[in-house]
Nanobody
């Protein structure tokens, strides 16, 4: 059974850092691209970053480029999001997702329609 579980969310002051992790089970992890999205209540889900099946290619939304870093460990079936220089506008529920088609990422921010399975999310709150 496919299962994605995010962890690492919490509360942090602006300028601080957090590291999110997503553990995946139930599929051949190193065949598929993974991504992070976030959502604020009342707004559409926003694609943040994608990493291809091998970890050799990544993409980012402009809003997080230079501050967030996506990585994956195919031995541990995990994908991580290192978030630095956090801002209040980064406050959101963060989700990981898997793309079970090509294994590759499009340029720029990932699109929700490219990903077909999601975790339950982890809350990140950034305060001033």
């Amino acid at each position: 059974q496919l299962y994605l579980m995010e962890s690492g969310g919490g509360s942090v002051q602006a300028g601080g850092s957090l590291r999110l992790s997503c553990t995946v089970s139930g599929l051949s992890f190193d065949d598929y691209a993974m991504a992070w999205f976030r959502q604020v209540p009342g707004k559409e889900r926003e694609g943040i970053s994608c990493i291809n099946y091998s970890g050799g290619d990544t993409s980012y939304a402009d809003s997080v480029l230079g501050r967030f870093t996506i990585s994956r460990d195919n031995a541990d079936n995990t994908v991580n999001l290192q978030m630095t220089r956090l801002k209040e506008v980064d406050t959101a529920m963060y989700y990981c997702a898997v793309e079970r088609t090509s294994g590759y990422c499009r340029e720029g921010e990932p699109l929700e329609t490219d990903f077909d399975f999601w975790g339950q999310g982890t809350q990140v709150t950034v305060s001033s």
